[in-house]
Nanobody, 123 residues
Framework: QVQLVESGGGLVQAGGSLRLSCVAS????????MAWFRQAPGKEREFVGA???????YFADSVKGRFTISRDNAKNAVYLQMNSLKREDTAVYSC?????????????????WGQGTQVTVSS
């Protein structure tokens, strides 16, 4: 059974930083693209960024230059480092896994999801 478990969310002031973690089990981690999505109240789920097993990354324009993603294949873990946080970054952040190598920003094509972790940015 595949499980993705996120941690690291919380309350932070605007301009601050947070680091989210996602640990996967039950899958061959290196075979999966790992992505982060977020969903703010009343809004659709939004792609944040993705990382491939070769450590290449891709980000949504809204977070480019502020967020980074890394992964540790030995630990089956993926990390989202969020810097210069803005109030509009407030959302539930979820990690997702998709087998393969193609870039996908649509959430419906991801195979596995974590439960999500709340990030709240205050002014």
């Amino acid at each position: 059974q595949v499980q993705l478990v996120e941690s690291g969310g919380g309350l932070v002031q605007a301009g601050g930083s947070l680091r989210l973690s996602c640990v996967a089990s039950g899958l061959t981690f290196s075979n999966y693209v790992m992505a982060w999505f977020r969903q703010a109240p009343g809004k659709e789920r939004e792609f944040v960024g993705a990382v491939w097993s070769d450590d290449s990354t891709y980000f949504a324009d809204s977070v480019k230059g502020r967020f980074t993603i890394s992964r540790d294949n030995a630990k089956n873990a993926v990390y989202l480092q969020m810097n210069s946080l803005k109030r509009e970054d407030t959302a539930v952040y979820s990690c997702a896994a998709r087998r393969g190598i193609r870039l996908e920003t649509r959430s419906d094509v991801y195979d596995h999801w974590g439960q999500g972790t709340q990030v709240t940015v205050s002014s």
